[in-house]
């Protein structure tokens, strides 16, 4: 795996804002050139930078295909960190607008078999990207819309005018254990090459991962995205640690209430990071002695068994952690 890297940001006019539902807006941005936005896959998100200072990932929900525009879907989130008020309330139709390159950590693989999306709530946005593209190339997918009742449903207009709508199921208001059910009838035993792709809360996908593998799914038929990661339960006082950069020649004491990239930065050193909640990668660093405790939802176990690890959740299981900086 290559450590993500900058590739240059870009500017954008926001040229629709459009209330979806009462806690939903979608944005339509354009190039402010004129010219086409850079190209991206289905399941791709992009970092956005409302106000100075917050930085955050949202999910592309449009065509692939299209260039001409980049439309995001964003849930104000009442005890977010601030990222999706600053969306919904600073954000007017002509702002100028800076955002990243598309990155993609939650891409379609080329299977032959079904497709099945299962999205809850906002988590619906890059499974539509993705069913406008499986529906491009012909492919066999079902898109299973999960929200808590009709009036917070989002993109039906978008999704009643395309062409694969008789794709698309809705299925509100449901609790275990009919929720859980119902998951198991749309699942089903898996075939060969069948694929599950899913987003949305942590409850509702742990619910569909149980649920796949009590089915025989194999995990790696099932692909999820996540907001973020549970962070690591502290303890101020207990379990601290001492990080060296091997490059610079200095140690810090990492205390329970700390994270590693808090404790750097406190000493003067930056570490590249966006989403600090475990599933972007930008802060992916290599571990040159110590054993990590991994809390991120980014890396695979391949990777972790190579020496990387996050620097904005993860923490160490050994009282030295030597990193690559």
């Known amino acids: 795996m290559q450590l993500p890297s900058s590739d240059?940001?870009?500017?954008?006019?926001?040229?629709?804002?459009?209330p979806e539902t009462s806690e939903i807006r979608s944005f339509v941005l354009v190039p402010k050139s004129g010219d086409t936005l850079p190209p991206f896959e289905a399941g791709a998100h992009i970092d956005?930078?409302?106000?100075?200072?917050?930085?955050?990932?949202?999910?592309?929900?449009?065509?692939?295909?299209?260039?001409?525009?980049?439309?995001?879907?964003?849930?104000?989130?009442?005890?977010?960190?601030?990222?999706?008020?600053?969306?919904?309330?600073?954000?007017?139709?002509?702002?100028?607008?800076?955002?990243?390159?598309?990155?993609?950590?939650?891409?379609?693989r080329p299977n032959t078999g079904r497709n099945l999306l299962l999205a809850g709530g906002i988590g619906v946005t890059p499974l539509l990207s993705m069913s406008q593209a499986l529906a491009a190339r012909g492919a066999d997918f079902e898109l299973h819309y999960f929200a808590r009742s009709n009036s917070e449903l989002a993109f039906r207009?978008?999704?009643?005018?395309?062409?694969?709508?008789?794709?698309?199921?809705?299925?509100?208001?449901?609790?275990?254990?009919?929720?859980?059910?119902v998951i198991e009838e749309i699942l089903g035993k898996p075939g060969d090459d069948d694929a599950i792709y899913m987003?949305?809360?942590?409850?509702?996908?742990?619910?569909?991962?149980?649920?796949?593998?009590g089915l025989g799914w194999a995990p790696g038929g099932i692909v999820a995205e996540h907001f973020s990661a549970a962070p690591p339960k502290l303890v101020p006082g207990a379990d601290e640690f001492v990080v060296r950069l091997a490059k610079r020649g200095v140690e810090f004491v990492v205390p329970s209430d700390k994270a590693i990239i808090d404790v750097l930065r406190e000493a003067g050193i930056e570490v590249?990071?966006?989403?600090?909640?475990?599933?972007?990668?930008?802060?992916?660093?290599?571990?040159?002695?110590?054993?990590?405790?991994?809390?991120?939802?980014?890396?695979?176990?391949?990777?972790?068994?190579?020496?990387?690890?996050?620097?904005?959740?993860?923490?160490?299981?050994?009282?030295?952690?030597?990193?690559?900086?």
């Open 272 to 325: 590249q990071t966006s989403c600090e909640q475990g599933v972007c990668g930008t802060c992916v660093t290599p571990v040159l002695e110590g054993e990590p405790e991994h809390h991120d939802l980014f890396l695979s176990d391949e990777e972790r068994d190579s020496g990387l690890m996050t620097l904005c959740v993860s923490r160490s299981r050994s009282k030295l952690l030597v990193l690559d900086i």
């Open 199 to 213: 987003c949305g809360p942590g409850p509702f996908m742990d619910l569909v991962r149980s649920s796949a593998e």
């Open 157 to 181: 207009g978008m999704i009643n005018e395309s062409a694969w709508s008789d794709r698309v199921s809705y299925h509100f208001g449901l609790v275990p254990p009919l929720l859980t059910e």
């Open 48 to 108: 956005v930078f409302p106000i100075q200072g917050i930085v955050r990932q949202y999910s592309l929900l449009n065509d692939p295909s299209d260039r001409s525009r980049y439309v995001l879907g964003v849930k104000r989130e009442q005890n977010g960190r601030g990222g999706s008020s600053a969306m919904h309330g600073t954000l007017q139709e002509g702002c100028t607008l800076r955002i990243s390159r598309p990155k993609n950590h939650f891409a379609l």
């Open 8 to 18: 240059g940001d870009l500017e954008v006019i926001v040229r629709c804002v459009r």
